[in-house]
């Protein structure tokens, strides 16, 4: 029951950051002086702006804006450290389009493989989380074995192993998320 109470759902529409993209970056940028959001949306904001300011084309002031934010809880220093993360993968890799060093791959293999569980926090954010750890771990993967030298063998094992992440666990999370009734699939 405690588990229950204490999982409160964060509605969030997370198409409508893209149309409200303006007002979310004002709100985030002045979090730590006057927060607008609890920590748990701060988290979701930072979590689905990610492909917000790619389009908008705006990921450096993401990166400003989350210099400035003081995380008190884990589950917003968690999503803090995926945006920075996801900035690094596309800032070393040129946007996915040249080779990703062992070493970052190795320190995002990490970020993305750490045990969590934030569910007691918020059950959405949790899976939203594991949703997006997934996925990067499987493009980790695909980008490790695209640009290495790897005998066939070993090529195979990352490749599978990149597939079953991305493709099999990242979409179970979608699936449990659109159970939940907290995303709507209309474009």
Not at 82 to 100: M, P, W
Not at 178 to 187: A, P, R
Request: a negative charge; charged letters at 30%.
């Amino acid at each position: 029951m405690f588990l229950e109470a204490a999982s409160r759902a964060i509605d969030i529409d997370k198409m409508g950051i893209f149309n409200r993209w303006n007002e979310i970056k004002r709100n985030l940028n002045v979090y730590s002086e006057t927060p607008v959001y609890s920590e748990i949306e701060c988290a979701h904001y930072l979590l689905h702006s990610i492909e917000v300011c790619y389009g908008y084309m705006e990921e450096d002031e993401l990166i400003d804006i989350i210099r400035r934010i003081v995380p008190s809880s884990n589950a917003l220093e968690f999503a803090i450290q995926i945006v920075k993360s996801n900035r690094a993968l596309f800032d070393e890799t040129t946007g996915l389009t040249k080779q990703l060093s062992f070493d970052t791959f190795s320190e995002q293999k990490t970020l993305f493989e750490r045990k969590f569980d934030f569910s007691n926090q918020d059950r959405n954010l949790h899976l939203w989380f594991m949703y997006f750890s997934f996925g990067r771990l499987g493009l980790l993967y695909m980008f490790i074995v695209r640009d290495n030298d790897f005998d066939e063998e070993s090529k195979n094992t990352y490749y599978q192993k990149a597939k079953d992440l991305g493709n099999k666990h990242a979409q179970e999370h979608i699936d449990e998320l659109s159970k939940t009734g907290t995303i709507v699939f209309e474009w």
